[in-house]
């Protein structure tokens, strides 16, 4: 498995301070936040695009996803949720990144059919879009589909190859549902693994990686006794908590105690 690490860690920081911290510690891929607030946006001209990815590449560092905030179970028009889709996935393509993530983000005023309804629509139209820039947009677990059966209800009904799921632990482990039966559920579109840790449910406080309650132990081993090899990414969501030690004192470790769960299963 491949490591990665979440900029939400290390909020608004220039891209060669996140390659030095990527490089320092061993990681070989980066998760970008696409939000304004961030070095690297749908906003940037293609100039700009082309440096960051020049600047990845001559650091030998990948750009795992661009991390989006469009919502795609949400309630209202499609076309603004499509237009922010599309602008995310050029993004991606013009970074060399393969994934784009979104959320689900269905109201709660919406029933469950009509939010994934809503969800597989947008997901299937900009699907098209998605595959002619080589990109996969792949669907967090999280808010309104907060588990691996929710996501799948989704992808299930969009049956396209440029939409999957990324698996983020913290919510699924909220939502009740075993690392074994969200693999089960989400094995067949699954792009990659969010990885994090709290002191519990009702503490989302990001820890250290091996810190807190989250199952992580269990989750690796589900992935490496079912031969998966695909990337492991930790979301230290640092910018809602300002009282969490910083990231970057933290990376050394956090590599290292991923690797000894992936040695230990093998």
């Known amino acids: 498995m491949k490591f990665a690490f979440s900029t939400l860690g290390v909020p608004a920081l220039p891209v060669p301070d996140v390659l030095r911290l990527a490089t320092e510690h061993g990681y070989q891929g980066v998760e970008l936040r696409a939000h304004p607030e961030e070095p690297v946006h749908p906003g940037l001209g293609l100039v700009e695009r082309a440096d960051?990815?020049?600047?990845?590449?001559?650091?030998?560092v990948e750009i795992l996803t661009v991390a989006g905030y469009a919502r795609v179970a949400a309630p209202g028009d499609d076309e603004p949720v499509l237009d922010e889709l599309n602008s995310l996935v050029a993004l991606a393509r013009d970074l060399g990144a393969p994934f784009v993530r979104v959320f689900p983000g269905g109201g709660t005023d919406q029933g469950e059919a009509e939010a994934d309804a809503t969800a597989a629509r947008r997901l299937g139209t900009a699907a098209?879009?998605?595959?002619?820039?080589?990109?996969?947009?792949?669907?967090?677990?999280?808010?309104?589909?907060?588990?691996?059966?929710?996501?799948?209800?989704?992808?299930?009904?969009?049956?396209?190859?440029?939409?999957g799921a990324l698996w983020d632990v913290m919510h699924t482990w909220l939502g009740g549902e075993s690392p074994a039966d969200t693999f089960a559920a989400l094995s067949p579109y699954l792009g990659y693994v969010q990885v994090k840790d709290i002191a519990s449910a009702d503490d989302t406080t990001p820890l250290a990686l091996g810190?807190?309650?989250?199952?992580l132990a269990e989750c690796v081993d589900v992935l490496s006794a079912e031969g998966w090899d695909g990337w492991l990414c930790?979301?230290?969501?640092?910018?809602?908590y300002e009282q969490a030690p910083p990231l970057a004192q933290l990376l050394g470790p956090g590599r290292d105690?991923?690797?000894r769960l992936v040695s230990r299963s093998g």
């Open 52 to 60: 960051v990815a020049a600047e990845f590449k001559a650091a030998g």
């Open 128 to 163: 098209r879009y998605a595959a002619d820039a080589g990109v996969r947009i792949l669907v967090e677990t999280h808010d309104s589909h907060r588990t691996g059966a929710d996501v799948t209800r989704v992808l299930g009904t969009v049956g396209h190859r440029q939409v």
């Open 211 to 215: 810190a807190g309650a989250l199952p």
């Open 234 to 240: 930790w979301e230290y969501e640092k910018r809602w």
């Open 257 to 259: 105690f991923l690797s």
